[in-house]
């Protein structure tokens, strides 16, 4: 077009004035929109014309059409699992089932901005109505797959059990095998394994898994939470959900809080309950004790409250 508009503009100074005005005739013209405020005069730019008529407005069709068919294939490959993410700081998750869908949820109702790689080896996309959430086809285990998702540059890797395989035993295995390749190409990411035996613990422990989740202890604690201690439940399913009421943040530490005590008085002041120091949940009846400087203080509250605390807008 750049080149049409400038042999326009040659062709037709005095009718054009400017070299933008013939960019614009041309473009009018091969787009048949035509509005007759500029048009040729001379023989030179009328036969010119003519070729816009026979082979611009089928050249820019052309191009049209290529533009549409990217735009599709694109897509296409976006269902398919076929492109590399590029972004960071996202989460990936890997193993599609029903609580990787529930994890999808809860990640995005903490955070609709947050970006989500999903690993699995389906044939296609299993939430594409959801643009935050990338999905790439293969295997989780495998490092040229992990490189896709942009494993390096991710902030947070869930690694759930993959219940479509009967023995459970398999299930660690497999799950096993994704931790050790994710603390091979990029240890530095926090990587959390749902694990379906607890003796499979240890296995997990040596490839330094940052943290793991017991997929049957969960369920079985929380049903007989509810039959022997009523509501019992209920609290624990709203800690661990932040679709509604108070839920459990991390808060930076002051350097005026000298003793556990001090933070505690201080938060609750401010609408929190100190509840622990990392996995601690006795510094309550340590509040005489002072903070160690690798404290990890959790409070709970309500989002609003957190965001006070930690200095948030």
Known sequence: MTGSATIAYLLEQSTFGTWFNALYWVMTTMATVGYGDFFATT????????????????????????????????????????????????????????????????ILTYDEKAQIVMIDELERHPIKDLHQVHFISGD????????????????????????????????????????SSIERIAPQVHTTVEIMHEKHIQNFR???????????????????????????????????????????????????????????????????TLLADRSDLSINR??????PSEARLYVVSDEATYRRIAGKP
């Not at 069709?61 to 993410?85: N, W």
């Open 43 to 106: 023989v030179g730019g009328k036969l010119f014309t003519l070729f816009l008529y026979i082979f611009g407005i089928g050249l820019l069709s052309l191009v049209i059409g290529k533009v549409i068919d990217s735009i599709g294939s694109i897509q296409r490959q976006r269902e398919a699992g076929t492109l590399s993410y590029h972004g960071r700081d996202h989460v990936i998750i890997m193993n599609w089932s029903k609580k990787a869908k529930s994890a999808v949820q809860e």
């Open 140 to 179: 989780p285990s495998a490092e040229d797959v992990l490189r896709k998702a942009g494993l390096e540059t991710a902030k947070a890797a869930i690694v759930f059990a993959d219940t479509r395989i009967e023995d459970t035993s398999l299930i660690d295995g497999k799950s096993l095998m994704i931790a």
């Open 206 to 272: 040596f490839v330094q898994v940052n943290e793991f989740v017991l997929s049957h202890d969960a369920i079985s604690s929380l049903a007989v939470r509810a039959a022997l201690q009523e509501g019992n439940s209920a609290v624990i399913s709203q800690l661990i959900s932040r679709e509604q009421g108070d839920d459990i943040y991390e808060v930076p530490r002051k350097s005026e809080w000298r003793t556990y005590g001090d933070a505690f008085q201080d938060l609750l002041r401010q609408g929190a």
């Open 286 to 291: 340590r509040l005489n004790d002072p903070i």
